[in-house]
């Protein structure tokens, strides 16, 4: 669909913990409550870290779930259950990164969210589960 959409544009798929670019590829990745599911976040780090250019940045939003039974242990790898900001933020340095900036946005995202799916759709158990679990939604930024 999107190659056939937006016509010039290479569009590839491929697994985030090894994306077949060459070292120093990119200046800026993007990543969207993705670092959670993927397998493992660490290794995503590793990779990003080595197509980023020097001076390139990682520019994400992340999810740290204390657990993930109400909706499957499939959805976030046991490897990437991280249960505070300090050992999330200890993670991204070891990768080779510089911490710009770790913001815990929970109260303006996550409960507007939760509230929206009781509410509007209405998803209550869903919406239980996930605010129980969740520990910190955070919009980060990283520097090689």
């Known amino acids: 669909f999107a190659t056939e959409r937006y016509a010039g544009i290479n569009f590839q798929v491929m697994d985030a913990t090894k994306m077949n670019f060459p070292p120093d ?17 660490t290794d995503f780090l590793k990779n990003a870290f080595s ?3 020097p001076g390139g940045q990682l520019i994400f939003s992340d999810i740290l779930f204390n657990n993930t039974s ?11 259950l991280v249960t505070n ?13 510089q911490l710009m ?7 303006s995202s996550i409960k507007g969210f939760c509230n929206y799916l009781r ?10 589960g996930f ?5 910190a939604y955070l919009l980060v930024s990283l520097k090689k």
């Open 51 to 53: 197509i980023l250019r």
């Open 70 to 80: 109400w909706v499957g242990e499939w959805s976030v790898p046991e490897a990437n």
């Open 101 to 107: 900036a770790c913001e815990d946005i929970t109260p």
């Open 131 to 135: 605010e129980s679990s969740v520990i």
């Open 25 to 41: 590829y990119f200046d800026l990745i993007i990543s969207i409550e993705a670092a959670f599911h993927f397998d493992t976040r």
């Open 85 to 97: 900001t300090k050992d999330y933020k200890r993670l991204c340095t070891d990768t080779g990164f």
């Open 119 to 128: 509410n509007a759709a209405p998803m209550t158990a869903l919406a239980d």
